[in-house]
């Protein structure tokens, strides 16, 4: 059996193959949308200290200055090659699950369920954004660190009771000393705006071990403490480099909260419904069948609320058989993904545009609660036969939800496989009027860079690569003049 589950760490391999041929397929090696603010930012010269020694350091994501380095020393500032890092970056987060799913003896189907939606294209304008490869490096750091706080929880009564091994007493030290240290380097190092939701997740669920062990064990384990204070630290260090940060919004209404909620008391509900519809359709492919079905959003909103009902379910499943006692990760997920839909809201309400959380852009942080749904789906599975409580039920709705999670996944994949042609034929266009942006209308700049701050930044940042040589403009490119 054990050979066999190796085999495992080949779909999350395969899984990574597929997503670097549609990267392929849908992009071109050209900078648009947030490269034009990179690029004024931090080109050409990106070893200058005074760039990266600034007040708000942490929240510019300090690894992007190596990648930044290493992207424009070697590869000419080739935003293939930061794309190429995002899709390797969701790879090794693949790789994270599967040992979970390995150590949990998940069932085949319930895993490749999970590996499917992983590499769903459903996040594809961060998978062919290249800025947004850092932010997968950050998930996969997430999802490690969740995983090694599984295994000290799971395997904390062996330890007091003296009967873990020699090699599983190393590595229960090993495992302690990571929840100490990641903290640190993944919250300064490569989260940025992430790190709120992964932090805040941690401290709620720290708290709640420190109680349930003292409650079982009658004597607390002040270690719960010292990992939380690992996590507020770093924590309340990016806040402070936060708050020196100026913030770019093209497109807020600048009208204040009471504002919108007076004249939309709705608004914000719809809001969060439609967030979490996204996860059972992208936003593309639930316009497009709701367009041909000649219907308005009733469809969206139930398929928003069939996804509240599987949070609900899936809580409800680890109160009934406590599964949270055994194996903390699955309760992670789903707490950090209902979280990170709030956090959406709190951020983008102020565009005053209820279907703005439908962005393919937030999918990366929303899967995170449908993994949390389909461990506990696939864990609480196990235990039906010990305890009958509206067993049909509950099997009939993770049935029909799980069913609802990848056909909705299925389709919006398909969609995007079809649509990736004419993403690449949009970035022809745009390498074509980089080529001659001297001579292109303000207007038509903006829309076709999708930079909505001014048309003489788009021209600086192009005049930087042209001067240096880089991007579109390397000496080896295939693209010329006459293209």
């Not at 990106?46 to 007040?55: E, L």
């Not at 989260?191 to 720290?206: K, T």
């Not at 979490?276 to 359709?281: C, G, P, R, T």
């Not at 039920?393 to 042609?421: D, H, M, Q, Y």
């Amino acid at each position: 059996m054990g050979s066999k589950k190796n085999l495992w760490f080949f779909v999350p391999l395969l899984g990574t193959v597929l997503c670097i041929v549609y990267v392929a397929a849908a992009t071109r090696d050209v900078v648009y949308s947030d490269y034009i603010r990179l690029i004024n930012s931090y080109l050409p010269d990106v070893w200058n200290p005074k760039k990266f020694f600034v007040a708000d350091v942490l929240t510019r994501i300090p690894v992007n200055y190596l990648g930044r380095i290493i992207n424009v020393t070697v590869f000419g500032y080739s935003t293939t090659f930061d794309m190429m890092l995002g899709v390797l970056c969701l790879g090794a987060s693949g790789i994270v699950l599967t040992f979970y799913c390995r150590k949990e003896n998940l069932g085949l189907i319930w895993y490749l369920l999970l590996m499917f939606l992983l590499f769903s294209l459903n996040k594809w304008e961060m998978l062919t954004n290249g800025t947004g490869w850092c932010h997968f490096l950050a998930f996969w750091g997430f999802y490690y660190h969740y995983l090694v706080f599984d295994r000290v929880w799971g395997n904390r009564k062996q330890e007091r009771a003296g009967k873990l091994s020699a090699e599983e007493k190393r590595r229960m030290a090993r495992d302690r000393k990571c929840l100490i240290l990641l903290p640190w380097g993944i919250t300064l190092g490569t989260a940025g705006p992430y790190c709120g939701a992964y932090s805040a997740v941690l401290l709620l669920v720290y708290g709640l071990c420190f109680f349930l062990d003292w409650r079982e064990e009658k004597t607390p384990d002040w270690r719960y403490g010292i990992y939380g204070l690992q996590v507020l630290l770093p924590l309340l260090l990016y806040l402070v480099s936060n708050a020196f940060a100026v913030q770019e919004y093209a497109g807020a209404t600048g009208r204040s909260f009471g504002e919108v909620l007076g004249d939309n008391a709705l608004f914000f509900p719809k809001f969060l419904i439609k967030s979490l519809s996204s996860m059972v359709l992208g936003e593309e492919a639930m316009m497009a069948l709701l367009t041909s079905l000649n219907r308005g959003m009733g469809l969206g909103y139930f398929a928003g609320l069939l996804v509240l009902g599987a949070y609900l379910l899936a809580l409800r499943l680890q109160v009934i058989y406590g599964i949270y006692r055994t194996t903390i990760l699955p309760l992670l997920f789903i707490l950090w993904g209902g979280l990170n839909h709030l956090l959406v809201l709190s951020a983008r309400w102020i565009f005053e545009k209820s279907s703005y959380g439908m962005s393919s852009r937030y999918a990366l942080q929303y899967q995170v609660g449908i993994f949390g749904i389909l461990l506990t789906f696939a864990l609480a599975g196990r235990l039906w036969e010990r305890r009958r409580l509206g067993v049909k039920l509950c099997r009939g709705a993770v049935l029909f939800i799980s069913t609802v999670f990848f056909w909705g996944n299925l389709c919006t994949t398909w969609r995007e496989i079809k649509t990736a042609p004419y993403r690449q034929d949009y970035a022809d266009e745009v390498i074509a009027m980089a080529l001659h942006y001297q001579e292109v209308p303000d207007d038509e700049l903006e829309e076709r860079f999708q930079y909505r701050h001014g048309p003489e930044r788009i021209r600086r940042a192009l005049g930087i690569l042209e001067e240096q040589g880089w991007n579109v403009y390397r000496e080896n490119t295939k693209y010329t003049e006459g293209d």
